[in-house]
Structure formats: C-alpha cells, structure tokens
C-alpha cells in the first residue's frame, strides 16, 4: 500500500525534535546512543545542510537528515519512515530533487548490507550502487534493531543523473542481468550461510531473509551470517569486483572486473 505524503523542508526546533521522536520509535536508540540529536539538526540546517520531514495530515511519517560531503555530494545520514507506505521513497525523490536543485550531483549513504529490503529499496528501486564495504563501522550497536551486532555497512552511491537513476525515479526498477554461468559465492542453508565458489565471471553472494528476527532468535546465526558476508561480499569488493544490482530479493550481483 503507497500513501501520499506532504514533504517539506524542517526549520524549527518544535520540529527537530519530533523527528528525534520519530527516529527513537523507529530504532528504539539507547538515550546516550542517538546517532543525531535536535540540536544538532538545528545546528546542520543552519549551515545549509538537508533536513526534511513527510507529513501524514499533522502526523510526522518519515523524516530524513543530510549534510554536505566532498565533490558535490550530499551525505544521507538518517532516513526513517513508516514502513509498508512508500514513504521512505517518497523521501528520496524529495532528497534528490533538493540536491538537483543546489548543483549537486551524488548522493551517499551506508546501509547495513544483511538487511534484504534495504539492499533491494537502495539497488534495484533507486538504482545506488555500493562503493564501499566498511566493517563494524560505528562500532558495535547498542538499538532495538542491531541488539549488539557489528556495524558492517555498505556505502551506497546514488549518481542522480544517471540513467538507470532516471528510470528507477520513474519507478522502472534497475534489475541487474545475470548470466546461466553466475556462481554462487554465499547461499543460505536452513538459515545459516554457506559459502561457495567464488571463482566466477558473476558471483551471488545471499543475505539472510529476516536479519532483525534472526538476532533476537539464534544470536549465533546472526554473528555467523554478519562475517560470512563480510568475509565474502566484502573481500569481493576489496578485491576491486563491482556489485551490479540486487536479485530477487536475495543475493547481491557482483562481477569481477576483466
């Protein structure tokens, strides 16, 4: 189900504050562990950065933080929305068309990479692509939703003129091609991740189907998925192969560069 949201740049403190709310029922954050605070929201708009909230009626429904980076890059720090309404990519054509507007010709973020709707929302509905594999990168997660786990993340890029972007703006999804040969470098077996062959052209490296669940389920599967990723994905990348898009809701694309 999609619902329309009213998207709007935020300005007060009335307003920064109701996205921290937002924020702390989404990842229910530790009090001292919020990655952003309303003070400093104020401190970032003040100074020209992005901050945007998605209004349902009176009711805040998402929100979204940003701050400049290097080489006309916005850095998207914080996007949070009600999930199953198509907020969250509502939230980005906004993001992208603020960035546009200002000259600016990427967008970044990080993404936790076991987490399947998020690698399927950031590859194949917005066309990102991963740049980046960075390990335990905030450290180790004290929320709601990472329960301890190490911080691996992916840093997405989101080239906004491209046009595979442009098309998945029109909601052409970006699906990626992958050829009879592909081998499967990561699989899952019941739950757990076995690792394969990754001597292929394309190599499919799968995530688990429910991290959050799996954490608080089996903590040991969890632990096992998160370094088996790391190991795999992230050795693939380090080794300068490039991750061509999400499949079927379960296994990154990586080709391995001639």
Known sequence: ??????????????????????????????????????????????????????????????????FFGQDSTLHSQNTGAAAGRGIGFELKLHQRQWALDRGISRITWTYDPLVRRNAHFNLAKLGARPAEYLPCFYGVMADAINQGDESDRILAVWPLTDPAVEAAVRRVPCLPAVPEDAVVGLGDDGGRPVEGRTDGRVVLVAVPEDIERLRGVDAGAAKAWRHAVREVLGGLMEEGATVTGFHRKTYYVVERNA
């Open 1 to 66: 189900m999609t619902t329309s949201a009213v998207i709007r740049e935020l300005h007060t403190n009335e307003e920064f504050e109701r996205v921290d709310e937002l924020f702390e029922r989404i990842w229910g954050f530790e009090p001292d562990g919020r990655p952003i605070t309303a003070g400093l929201m104020r401190a970032l708009t003040h100074a020209g950065n992005y901050v945007s909230g998605a209004f349902d009626g009176d009711r805040m429904v998402g929100a979204s933080v940003g």
